[in-house]
DNA sequence: CAGGATCCCTTGGGATACTG
DNA sequence: CAGTATCCCAAGGGATCCTG
């Protein structure tokens, strides 16, 4: 899939929020959590708090709050509390959460024919040193899970 | 690689990575300052770094740096050094990355026809306290500056 | 159950000063 | 010019414990 610079909208100004369109969307849907938070409520459907994180996994409670807090502030999800004993709360995602569907099944589908491209590439740097390359990479593989102790 | 529920692991934990497809690809390409790098690159074409920071605007030498590095061990952005004096180092989107190009055309859609959205439900968020609704939002608007002292 | 409260650690990123 | 080397900060996240 060729992409010639004309199917880019036009770079503005410098400032890094407004040199690219899309980093306010990043700021919004990109972190750690809210791409498989989304996801989750997506293709799952409603579903309660605990559900939630037991789907996730490694999630903590606090930080899938703190996620589903802004989400649900930028409108992408909804939460519903029911005034029970003990109190039932859930979520599910929002039309406009929905809306980032096609993008998210665009993103996957880069993933899926590229991100072996990204590897291949990840391995030929790492394994062959470039005289004409500076010294070393400083935060080079950086994909490690801080997902355990 | 399609999310099938009845695919997904039942017991024990679910890595970020494999509750949401999409997340590698967060990794590699929506970092703070990786969309802005590689919507200049791809815009405005091979160029060299300071034009780059400039255009870039507010980063700083050592974090277009890493970032370029990163992307360069990516495959996503090829740098090319020109042993002269004084040294000239041109940097240029790679296949890889332009195959990015309709993703961010994508994104930049749904920015220019829902950001707005997000934006009302920011202000209807924070403007009207529901009483359902926990008492108040940990990190809400993250959107700090931290972008200069 | 759904989170709030704390404490702590890792990291991306910023500022400044300095080489090849 | 194109980085390097330090030092430093803020924020996202993680772990634990606690409560309406």
New binding site residues.
Partial sequence: MQADPATWPSAGSVDPEQACPVAPVVDIVF???TTPILWTLNYQGRQ???ELQRRIG??????L?????QLERDGLVV?TYHPEV????EYEISDLGRSLAPLFAHLAEWATSHLDDVEQARRAYDGNPAATR??AV??AG?V?S????
Same sequence: chains 1, 2.
Avoid: E, H
Wanted: overall charge positive; glycine content about 0%; aromatic content about 6%.
């Fill in positions: 972190s750690r959590w309660r708090f605990i490694s999630i903590t409670p606090k930080v709050t703190q996620r589903l807090r939460r003990p109190p039932r709360v500076p010294s400083p935060d950086s490690m801080t997902a355990n102790r």
